[in-house]
């Protein structure tokens, strides 16, 4: 069976889809790890969409190691997973060139990412809208019964009217621990929990680790620890972080117990679900 022949059959859809026939280019954006992004027209319905094409033999080595696992595509998994701050996926399938693609809606706005490094000034009452933004769309993975394995401001945009919307699943898995067993380091290592570090055995916990990290970076601006650019900045994390007090003095009490929880090193000692999180901070008002 060829590389194409293997897509067709891991990452479904009806038949191979001439991209460049169905959608005019409008915009490339910078290429992921294992794919790369377009906004595009929709040469039938003229409707703008975004357009991602995964490269497949970058992700034939990851996607492989769950296929005996019954693992389901990105776009099945992002399709059963909705929320005002979920992107919405529309279609996927295999290209002519044998490479998979998801199509979902485009969202306009800005990476969290860039605008923390860029140090947008939030003020205090979007801080705390933003953290709950992200909270609710983890919320709605877990709650789908999926662990994302990948929460970090990259995947993250958030649009002029204030609505912060998740945006990619590349990494998501089922959450059953056959899918969360000790093996390869997966997800972005400054946002990495200190389990999958270790090659232990994981769960949804450790979203809500990375979740922490986020969350004090958009409270702060600043990570809780050094940050690196290879798998030796995750090893800090089995560190005590910096106090996000530090960073906000004038943080609210519970938000900042909330959060610095999520950044516990053992996952026992972190909140136990999303909704739990929510809860700690529902009384926070700004």
Known sequence: MGLGDFFGSLFGGSGKVDLWKRFERMRESTSGTMSTFYKVRD?????????????????????ARYKSLGKQTE?????????????????????TTGDPFIVQEFIEGSLLHSLISAKKQFTPAERLDLVRQAATAI????????????ICPRNFILQPDGRLVLIDFGL??????????????????????PEVV??????????????????????TGQSPWPKGSSGKAAMAHDT?????????????????????????????????????????ISSVSL
């Open 43 to 63: 040469l039938k319905t003229g409707e703008i969409l975004g357009l991602k094409v995964v490269d497949a033999a970058k992700a034939a080595p990851v996607e």
């Open 75 to 95: 776009g099945e998994i992002g399709k059963q997973i909705s929320g005002p701050n979920i992107v919405q996926i529309k279609e996927w399938g295999t290209a």
């Open 139 to 150: 919320a709605a993975v877990h709650d789908a019964g999926f662990v994302h394995r990948d």
């Open 172 to 193: 998501t898995v089922p959450d059953k621990p056959a899918f969360l067993q000790p093996g390869n380091r997966v997800g972005t290592p400054n946002y990495m929990a």
């Open 198 to 219: 270790r090659r232990r055995q994981a769960d949804k916990r450790l979203d809500i680790f990375s979740f922490g990290i986020t969350a004090y970076e958009i409270c």
């Open 240 to 280: 005590p972080p910096n106090d996000i007090r530090e960073g906000w003095p004038e943080i609210p009490s519970p938000l900042a117990t909330a959060i610095m929880a999520c950044l516990s090193a053992e996952p026992e000692r972190r909140p136990e679900s999303m909704a739990r999180f929510l809860t700690a």
